[in-house]
């Protein structure tokens, strides 16, 4: 295999396999996967891919989302060993939040402004390349973004920027069909992988910054027909009018006020936002989707929106068949500083109040909590020690300007945690970012960004971010290692004791996931601000993240899918 030295950043192109390896049968790639015949993703393969250690078929890993990858031939011992393998340049330099898809020795990989690309996994070498062919499009928020495609029978699923849903050919790359999932004039955007399971592909939206109705819908794989849509802002979404959060703290609402508000201008649900950011877990054996809805709209104005504003900022579950509602829970009833739900839902076993191990769902959200929930009914179990600091909490937002730790970028971010369940360990990765919080009443702008004031970094106080390992079952910190910039991305734990994780100032380091000591590095020449992945090609296992910085936290940007693999 060439390795190519990353200080002269060229794009990787096998002439073998420009020569040669026009089609998928002829690529290297291990013939002994546990399930499925690999000439298709399998229900079965995406049911089971929790224990293949070939392929990465899930943004998440599997439907349980938890990121644990099991192959160990790198692991504590030979880590240090780990060396660039090949490196692949996009035609993109921009923000790249991209998990790499790898399906038997073909990687599938996605840029800003919904490219993908199927390379060589071995080799790095370009299969093709799909172009979105999109209009003039201006309405979304924190960057033109793409988390992956998401793999299925013969093709490959994508969520685009101009809010359609595209079902690519998996070996040319060329559309199959595609529908629209919403109007983009009106704020609606798609920066999420799809999920596909049991002949239906499912999808959430962007844009509660633009007074959007939150959705997830589900579409036939074969035919892109609607088959279900269940919407994130209730009809009657008042709620309760909670008073407190989800760890019991005064929100300081005018509820009274709020009321009368609710009576005289009645529900505002049409344009109260919730969008879903991020894949959907999938309990197969309840028949259940987990996901989180973000940040009502406007995001700091409440006024215009009186009532807990359901279900925004909740934990929700729906029937996968139906899609109707089984149950919530709301972590910021009322929500006026963004502190949005959006790093996806993970399921695992867990203990419950009287020490009795059960099927649990696990959410990290921008408060700098992980919170640990009843998998049955989505009631909570427990929340973990703040992983940030927290400071004047719930200050409400003035047009001066109130400050409150953390602001409005968390905490966890989008970024997703992993699960370790040997360790009984979650791992995040955090923000500190000091904020001031300012109010503005504002009508709403028809499809233009919403945000009811702003909030702003605070310049003169220092920005960093960590790693943190949670036991989720006491909801004790384990361990925790600063770092020098604000973490925002994703991370994965492996079978080989480690855990993966990239920073925007360029460094990929691995951890000890016992005790977070540090065991290795590479810098990558721009921002390691997307989830990482791994894989197996003929015997050998690769790592593989791409760097491309970062537009909301500002991180350099780059275009390269970086793969390592240990030194021969």
């Known amino acids: 295999m060439k390795q190519i030295n990353p200080s002269k950043l060229k794009t990787v192109i096998s002439a073998t396999c420009v020569g040669v390896c026009l089609s998928i049968a002829c690529l290297s790639a291990q013939s002994d996967t546990l399930y499925g015949d690999m000439q298709t993703v399998t229900q079965d393969m995406l049911d089971n891919a929790a224990n293949d250690g070939n392929n990465y078929l899930h943004t998440n890993g599997n439907y349980s989302q938890t990121r644990y990858f099991p192959a160990a031939q790198i692991n504590k011992e030979n880590v240090h060993k780990l060396r660039p393998a090949w490196i692949f340049q996009t035609e993109i330099v921009e923000s790249m939040e991209t998990t790499p898809i790898v ?87 798609e920066t999420m992988a799809p999920t596909a399971v049991n002949g239906k592909i499912l999808i959430g939206t962007n844009g509660g910054e633009y007074g959007i109705r939150g959705f997830v819908k589900a579409y036939d794989a074969d035919s892109g027909k609607l088959l279900w849509t269940f919407h994130t802002t209730a009809e009657k979404s008042a709620g309760v009018w909670a008073k407190t959060d989800a760890t019991g703290r005064d929100l300081h609402r005018d509820i009274k006020a709020e009321k009368a508000a609710y009576r005289k201008h009645g529900d505002p649900y049409k344009t109260l936002g919730g969008g879903v950011w991020q894949n959907m877990a999938i309990d197969k054996e309840s028949n259940t989707v987990y996901f989180v809805a973000g940040n009502p709209s406007p995001d700091l104005y409440g006024a215009i929106r009186p009532g807990d504003n359901l279900y925004t900022n909740s934990l929700i579950a729906v029937d996968l068949d139906s899609g109707k509602y089984k149950c919530h ?79 409005a970028n968390g905490g966890v971010e989008w970024s997703p945690m992993t699960v370790d369940a040997n360790l009984g360990l979650v791992y995040a990765i955090n923000l500190h970012q000091p904020m001031t919080y300012h109010v503005e009443a504002t009508p709403y702008p028809g499809g233009k960004l919403w945000l009811g004031g702003a909030f702003k970094v605070i310049a003169s106080e220092q920005q960093w971010g960590n790693v943190t390992a949670v036991d989720y079952n006491t909801g004790k910190i384990r361990w925790q290692v600063k770092t020098q910039q604000p973490m925002i991305g994703g991370i994965m734990a492996t079978a080989g004791g480690l855990v993966f994780t990239g920073e925007g100032n360029g460094l990929f380091k691995a951890y000890d996931s016992a005790t977070g000591s540090e065991m290795w590095r590479f810098q990558a020449g721009a921002g390691v601000n997307a989830p990482p992945a791994s894989y197996t090609v003929a015997g050998k296992q690769y790592i593989v993240v791409a760097a491309g910085g970062n537009v909301q936290l500002n991180f350099k940007r780059g275009n390269n899918i970086i793969a390592f693999t240990l030194a021969d």
């Not at 799909?130 to 973004?145: E, L, S």
């Not at 020490?355 to 989505?378: R, W």
């Open 329 to 407: 829970f709301q972590y910021i009833p009322h929500d006026v500083w963004d502190l949005d739900a959006v790093s996806p839902v993970i399921i695992t076993q867990v203990r419950d109040k009287k020490g009795n191990m059960i099927k649990g769902l696990l959410h990290g959200g921008k408060t700098g909590h992980v919170y640990v929930h009843k998998a049955s009914d989505c009631s909570l179990i427990r929340f973990s020690e703040a992983m940030i600091p927290q400071e004047n909490m719930w200050v409400l937002p003035t047009t001066a300007g109130e400050r409150m730790l953390p602001g």
């Open 103 to 189: 399906v038997n020795g073909i990687m599938y990989v996605t840029t800003s402004f919904s490219h993908v690309y199927a390379l060589d996994a071995a080799t790095g070498a370009e299969l093709w390349h799909y172009k979105h062919d999109m209009g003039a499009v201006t309405t979304y928020c924190c960057g033109p973004n793409n988390r992956g495609v998401f793999p299925y029978g013969d093709k490959v699923y994508l969520g685009t920027l101009d809010a359609k849903i595209v079902a690519l050919n998996a070996k040319t790359g060329e559309v199959a069909w595609q529908t629209q999932i919403a109007d983009p004039e009106l704020g609606y955007s």
